[in-house]
C-alpha cells in the first residue's frame, strides 16, 4: 500500500481497519457551518452510492452527523473523522489511504467543473473509496507490465513539453533530455488516474474526457466519468470489511425488509441499509501495493 506521508509510491505494510467491530463505522464530521453547506450536496449521495454498492450486508458504513461539528480548537483530539476537507489546500481532491485513528484531509479547488454534480460526485466517490483503503491501479509495483499511458493526450502535455525543453538540465553524463525524459516528466503517478473499471475510481477534468489516456493489455480505455465503484473495487473493499452474515439459525426471509440505521443529515433523518454491529477481533487483510 502507498505510503503518502513518505512519498514512497511501492510502500507496504498490511492492512489494519481502524474499528474492532464489524461492520466498521467510519464517522464522519464536519469542520464547520461553511463545511457543511459546500459539501453536503457532494458527500451524502457519494456515501449512498458506496453503500448501496456495497449491499446490506456491508462490513463497512459511513456515519455522518451534521449537528455534531469538528472541534477546530483542538484538532488533535479528533481521532474518528475521516474527511477533512479544504477548499485552499489542493487543487484536487486528495486524502489519505486507509481509515486510521488519526487526522487526514482532503481538498478540492472549487472551479466550476468542481461544482458540476456530474464531476464533484464521482470524485468524491473516488475519495471515499481511498478512505477505504483503495489505490490506483498505476500505483501497483506490477503496473508497468501491463498498463499504458498516452501521457500527450493529457490536457497541458505540449504546454508541459515546451518549458521543460526551454529550462533543460544535463544529466550527470552532460546527456540532454530527450523524449522519453518528457514522458517520465510529464507521466507519474501523481498526475495520471487509472480506469475505473482496473480496480479503482476515478475521475477527469472535462478537458480531458475523450481522449484515448490508457491502455491495458493492449486495450484502450477513455476518460468519461462513472458513478459508482467497479466490481473490482467492491471485491477489494469486501476482502478489507467482509461481509457480516446473519448468525445461525437467524436467517431472514428474503422478502423482508432490510435493517435500517438513521443517517441524520440537515434536512431530517434519512433511512440507510444498515446491519447489527457484532464484536469480532482485528482483522487483517492482504496487502495491496
Avoid at 463545511?35 to 456491508?58: C, F, Q, T, Y
Amino acid at each position: 500500500m502507498v505510503d503518502p506521508r513518505v512519498g514512497a509510491q511501492h510502500f507496504s505494510w498490511a492492512w489494519n481497519k481502524y474499528s474492532d467491530y464489524c461492520p466498521a463505522f467510519i464517522e464522519i464530521c464536519y469542520w464547520d457551518q461553511t463545511a457543511l453547506d459546500k459539501i453536503e450536496w457532494v458527500l451524502l449521495p457519494a456515501i449512498d452510492i458506496w453503500h448501496d454498492s456495497l449491499g446490506p450486508n456491508r462490513g463497512v458504513q459511513f456515519i455522518i452527523d451534521p449537528e455534531k461539528l469538528c472541534d477546530q480548537d483542538n484538532p488533535h483530539g479528533i481521532r474518528r473523522v475521516a474527511i477533512h476537507w479544504s477548499t485552499s489546500t489542493a487543487n484536487l481532491a486528495n486524502v489519505r489511504i486507509g481509515f486510521l485513528p488519526y487526522f487526514k484531509t482532503m481538498g478540492l479547488h472549487w472551479t466550476e467543473e468542481a461544482n458540476d454534480h456530474s464531476l464533484a460526485i464521482p470524485m468524491m466517490v473516488h475519495e471515499l473509496g481511498h478512505v477505504l483503503g483503495l489505490f490506483h491501479e498505476h500505483q501497483r509495483t506490477d503496473a508497468r507490465q501491463y498498463t499504458e499511458i498516452y501521457c500527450w493526450n493529457l490536457g497541458g502535455a505540449a504546454q508541459a513539453w515546451a518549458i521543460f525543453m526551454e529550462y533543460p538540465l544535463e544529466d550527470e553524463g552532460g546527456r540532454m533530455p530527450n523524449i522519453e525524459d518528457a514522458e517520465k516528466y510529464l507521466c507519474n503517478d501523481f498526475k495520471v488516474a487509472s480506469d475505473g473499471r482496473w480496480d479503482d475510481l476515478w475521475t477527469a477534468p472535462q478537458t480531458e474526457a475523450n481522449l484515448v489516456l490508457t491502455g491495458k493489455n493492449g486495450r484502450t480505455w477513455y476518460w468519461t466519468a462513472q458513478k459508482g465503484p467497479s466490481r473490482g473495487d467492491i471485491r477489494a473493499v469486501k476482502r478489507l470489511y467482509p461481509d457480516v452474515l446473519p448468525p445461525p439459525g437467524s436467517e431472514q426471509n428474503s422478502d423482508a425488509p432490510e435493517p435500517t440505521t438513521l443517517l441524520t443529515t440537515a434536512k431530517g433523518p434519512t433511512a440507510t441499509n444498515s446491519i447489527e454491529a457484532g464484536l469480532v477481533g482485528n482483522f487483517q487483510g492482504p496487502n495491496r501495493s
